[in-house]
């Protein structure tokens, strides 16, 4: 009953070989052991929970058991990952204390288990009880410390949904953002608590930028009845644009009018199914306000502001101003939305008021006292706005808000902003950027430095070493080896043997591979048995740009252990090696990716990186097709380059994942002769 308004208890007996360990929702509750080898597990949930919630996992599992409160808690992973269990399903138990707190309402649930799985349809589902994750979750420690981002957000998103989802779960998939919104900004509030606020910000950055991109696609109703097929409602509007909406509430309202609204709804709608109305009257009942505008606006209606914002300044009347106007296209969403937004008004660094306006119509300028010209009017200074901004600034504005203003976004914007100009001014606002408190902003000002300036050449080089962090480190190693300068060798090469995250070695790697190719060839050829999936897309990368053959082998032996994303750059570096041999040793190699590609029990990732593996080798041929001087070589170029169009299209053809099908959409990839 694939449908979330049916909701029910269930028990399951489940009879497997006794060497295989088995997961279900609830409880289980005996054990037996048969006289023909066999175990029979009896699990039972005596919660009602909606039945697309059901799940059933058996396998050779390793299972790590912990607690939180009188919670028990487990982790099911493949036995090779045993010690590092915890690692992969990352700050369970305070997650479990974070939410319940945030909420109000404890984890309302008799355990809390998170098991790993191959080849799931899928990122991650949130069963009751028994989270499924698909394998690319699945780590060991080192490569986790280098890079956990992924797992904690995953996880908090799916034990979210055991409040959102699972304890009030939506009517039906027209409203499965009140499941999927709120499992969405679960990532925001736990990178919030654990890391700052600018982490928490630069989430949301990527999370806006990933629901634009797909609005240029289509936009519809957030609350959307009109879907061709439920799968549909599995989208950014659904995820992204749920949990920005959210986000935008909660600033509108205040933390403790928000969390107090959702108190609220959780306990009156425990167990039960609900529209979302129920979530606006709880926000209502809460904090007396009338909140249709809002909902109807951003629930119950499509797409999102597009504005121009100018700022002036009248110095004969002492007014700043602002004039907004929104442009987006009213045949296709609301012509006017109504907006509250809070400006800051920058008279000087210490001289900084706040306002609060309302947008309400189509244009509409707004003034404001003002006794000299602001340094800085900085509108929605919160930055929660889901919106198309176009603001007018000049250079000192922006120079001004890296400096003074308060958000991850005020320091971006205006890195992004003046990354063309190279007055003083902004040259100095870059070198400041290297020690700005938040990563990614130090990673981002490094792409804009003048690498002549050798202030900013010391500066780069001594974060190599001694930046806390990790993608830093790797960036300023590949802006320094970008120069060409082989200076920078020997720095490098100490690297390599001080790093601690094999992350940074591998980009030490590739640093080297610019600067010193047989020096890199050598440290790739010292560490190529190695079991880590960061150095190994590394080595690959250097035998990709060797210009020989001779490494192929090394592809071989290791395509198995690459796992998830990682695959496709591992496979995309196997053919450009390949590509370098001519028919005899290019033939193999794409039979090998055929045979990945069609094999439908394989990973989506794997085929989808050998599929683009014989794209790549049909792109290298038809370029020498082209390129050949003989007419006969052409020729049996482009013979040769027919059988792995014919492989491209026999695998689209076959293709059941609708994703990937749309990735092929472009393949094989046409080549047409340059003039």
Partial sequence: I????????????????????????????SSKKNSDGTRTDYWKMDQPHAPYLFMLAIGEFAVVDDKWKNVPLEYYVEPEFEASAKQIFPHTPEMLTFFSDKLGVEYPWQKYSQVVVRDFVSGAMENTTGVIFGEFIQKHKEELEDNDDVNQMIVAHEMMHHWFGDYVTCESWSNLTLNEGFANYSEYLWAEHHEGRDKADHHRLNEMNSYLQSAQNGIHDLIHFGFNDKEDMFDAHSYNKGGLVLHMLRTYLGDDAFYASLKKYLNDN?????????????????????????????????????????????????????????????????????????????????????????????????????????????????????????????????????????TFMDRYEAIQALQYESKPEVMAMFKKALDDPYHYIRAQAIDFLDLKDPESVKKLSQMISMDKSWRVRSKAMKSLAGTGNKEYTTLIRESLQKESKNAVKGEALRALQKLDNEAAIEYAKSIQNSENGQLLLAVGDVYAAAGSVKNLSFFERNMDKMTGFDIISFLESYAATAAYGDWSIIEPITQTFNKIGSDMKASPWKRFGATKGINDLHIALATKALKSESETDAAAFAEKDKIL???????????????????????????????
């Fill in 645 to 675: 169009i014919g492989l491209i299209e026999k695998i689209k053809g076959i293709e059941t994942n609708d994703q990937l099908k749309m990735f092929y959409k472009n393949f094989p990839t046409r080549i047409e002769k340059r003039p």
């Fill in 2 to 29: 694939d449908k979330p308004n049916e909701r029910t208890t269930q028990e399951i007996y489940v009879t497997v070989e006794d060497r295989f360990k088995t997961l279900s929702n609830g409880l289980k509750l």
């Fill in 270 to 406: 425990s167990f039960t199914a609900v529209e979302a109305d129920e979530l606006r009257m709880a926000f209502e009942d809460t904090t007396g306000e009338d909140l249709n505008w809002f909902f109807n606006q951003w629930f119950f209606d499509k797409g999102h502001p597009v504005m121009d914002i100018e700022y002036g300044y009248d110095a004969s009347a002492k007014k700043a101003t602002i004039t907004v106007a929104q442009t987006q296209d009213p045949k296709e969403m609301p012509g006017i939305f109504q907006l509250p937004v809070n400006v800051d008004i920058y008279l000087s660094e210490n001289d900084v008021r706040t306002e609060k306006i309302f947008v309400n119509q189509r244009k509409q300028t707004f003034e404001f006292d003002a006794p000299t010209e602001p340094k800085l009017i900085s509108f929605d200074r919160d930055k929660v706005l889901l919106a198309e901004k176009a603001e007018i600034k000049t250079v000192d504005n922006y120079v001004f808000q890296f400096n003074n203003a308060k």
